[in-house]
């Protein structure tokens, strides 16, 4: 069995030609190139563990009922983390805002709007709109 010189670059480029379309990426053939040239011919990924929580549940469930106004941007720089975390963690301690709840949230804002202002509440038309396009 002979073996030919070759590497990661010029194999990709050869499947990707035979294939027509780049299917073989340079980086993974390199890995697996450098994998059984070591002598390792197992076709198994290790085992990765997960990664460390990096927000305490009670930590944040602290911030979050200090201030139930605050926003998940707030939240995120409260814990030093990204708002993607936050929401994750927020769904763990059950603190997102589901339909129920803003269905509740609009009703109390209803009956809040027909006590001050009752002649806009039977209206047919919406009465706030928001448009979240940016300029």
Avoid at 16 to 27: F, I, M, Y
Wanted: proline share 4%; with cysteine.
């Amino acid at each position: 069995m002979s073996r030919t010189s070759t590497n990661a670059a010029e194999t990709a480029r050869r499947f990707n030609n035979v294939n027509g379309c780049s299917v073989a990426k340079e980086n993974t053939l390199s890995f697996w190139f450098q994998r059984f040239r070591s002598g390792n011919f197992d076709l198994q990924n290790k085992p990765r563990g997960r990664p460390e929580t990096k927000v305490d549940n009670e930590e944040l469930k602290a911030i979050v009922e200090a201030d139930l106004s605050q926003t998940m941007s707030e939240s995120a720089a409260g814990c030093g983390v990204n708002n993607k975390t936050v929401l994750i963690y927020l769904k763990q301690i059950g603190k997102t805002i589901t339909a129920d709840v803003f269905r509740q949230q609009l009703q109390t804002m209803m009956e809040k709007l027909a006590a001050k202002q009752p002649r806009l509440v039977n209206h047919s038309r919406p009465l706030l709109l928001q448009d979240n396009a940016r300029p």
